[in-house]
């Protein structure tokens, strides 16, 4: 795609934001339907699936701070005069067509597509046929904003197709992609890294843990548990795993607080043997497997641990990548802890629902990389570029 100036797109941005003010209540008529087409069985894809009011004055203040970010194309990330006169400047560039694949979530529709056309790139949104109705509209509202400033439509382009369509077209692209970011569960991960013919930057799966140390202050932690496991149970960032040192003090007492103190908020527990001494009632974890899922449900695991050694040993075998914390007063474990944890995001008694964005100051992000290539973490404006060299001479040749 032609690189286009920043006045250029920050012109499209400044239409985007008032098109979706202006068109508010359309928004949320069509995502009404798809609501109402929607089953409730799967409570975290319909809260996630919801463009209310407050959802659409969260897109234009998406829209407005990726506006108000520096570009992102063209910054120089080094340069270097070598001694045979060349001048070698290394510079930020867009990837060229990114495709993304989500379920649900109309915001991600207005999300992706303004970090992807502000760092210059197109983008394919694959949404889920859940949101297809509010999904129209909000990339009929891109176009109107493309077409206001003479820009080509295809800046921003909706797919329309079925399973067997979307895995054809992985295999055998109509057009050049150069990177495709899935956005959701591990079946939709799966399905893409298999089919997929360009690199895949995988994000969306959480299966988070915390470690409660023994030094830790328990009601300190009781507050950040109850935090991560039932702020916004359909976030990738919510709390599915809770180990507990074995040797914290009236490990029984706090163990029946704890449980209490989920139960409150109706989360149901699957507890290991040592753990189910005490809380007598509490179902027994399964099978290992389930140390590997995410539930996005108001679920939670309970386990009792060595030490942080085998705490570390545990997230880093079971855990998606994405988010781990422990709970401590001891700084030299804590930081012994966030070294040796193989998560994008480590925390220190804080709840793990900080892993976004906004909340991290990148701004409006693409999705959560798991991936250790090209980036971890919240993908943001200045994660959606790569590089390029820029080697200036007077008419060298190597010898």
């Not at 930020?92 to 760092?119: C, Q």
């Not at 003090?249 to 704890?258: A, I, T």
Request: proline share 3%; charged share 25%.
């Amino acid at each position: 795609m032609k690189l286009l100036s920043t006045d250029i797109k920050n012109n499209v941005l400044k239409s985007v934001i008032r098109l979706l003010g202006e068109r508010k209540a359309e928004i949320i008529a069509a995502n009404k339907e798809d609501l109402e087409a929607f089953t409730k069985e799967d409570q975290a894809m319909y809260d996630r699936l919801v463009a209310d009011d407050k959802k659409v004055d969260g897109m234009i203040n998406s829209v407005r701070e990726v506006m108000e970010q520096e570009d992102p194309v063209g910054q120089v990330i080094s340069e270097v005069n070598r001694d045979n006169g060349l001048n070698i400047i290394n510079k930020t560039a867009p990837f060229g067509t990114i495709m993304i694949i989500y379920e649900s979530r109309p915001d991600v529709t207005v999300e992706a597509a303004v970090l992807a056309f502000k760092a210059n790139n197109k983008i394919l949104l694959k949404g889920g046929k859940e949101a297809i109705r509010s999904n129209e509209v909000l990339v009929d509202i891109w176009h109107q904003a493309l077409k206001e400033n003479e820009l080509p439509v295809d800046w921003v382009q909706l797919l329309k197709l079925n399973r067997t369509q979307t895995q054809e077209f992985l295999k055998n692209p109509p057009q050049k992609i150069d990177l495709i970011v899935p956005r959701g569960g591990e079946r939709l991960i799966a399905f893409v890294k298999e089919h997929a013919e360009c690199p895949v930057l995988v994000s969306g799966r959480g299966n988070n843990f915390i470690y409660v140390d023994r030094t830790a202050d328990w009601d300190e932690s009781i507050k950040v548990i109850l935090n991560a496991k039932t702020d916004k149970i359909s976030a990738c960032n919510a709390l599915d795993k809770i180990l507990i040192d074995k040797h914290i003090p009236e490990l029984e007492k706090k163990l029946v607080h704890l449980q209490k103190s989920l139960h409150k908020f109706n989360v149901s527990l699957l507890v290991d043997e040592q753990v189910q001494e005490t809380l007598k009632n509490e179902p027994l974890i399964p099978e290992e497997s389930t140390w590997y899922e995410e539930f996005l449900a108001l679920k939670a695991c309970i386990g009792l641990v060595e030490n942080e050694d085998e705490a570390i040993d545990k997230i880093n075998q079971y855990s998606g990548g994405h988010s781990s914390g422990i709970m401590t007063n001891d700084l030299t474990k804590a930081i012994g802890f966030m070294e040796q944890v193989d998560s994008g995001a480590v925390y220190h008694n804080a709840s793990t629902r900080f892993t976004d964005g906004g909340q991290m100051g990148v701004g409006a992000e693409l999705a959560i990389s798991t991936d250790k290539l090209h980036h971890r973490g919240p993908l943001g404006l200045k994660q959606l570029v790569t590089n390029k060299y820029y080697v200036f001479g007077t008419g060298q040749v190597r010898v």
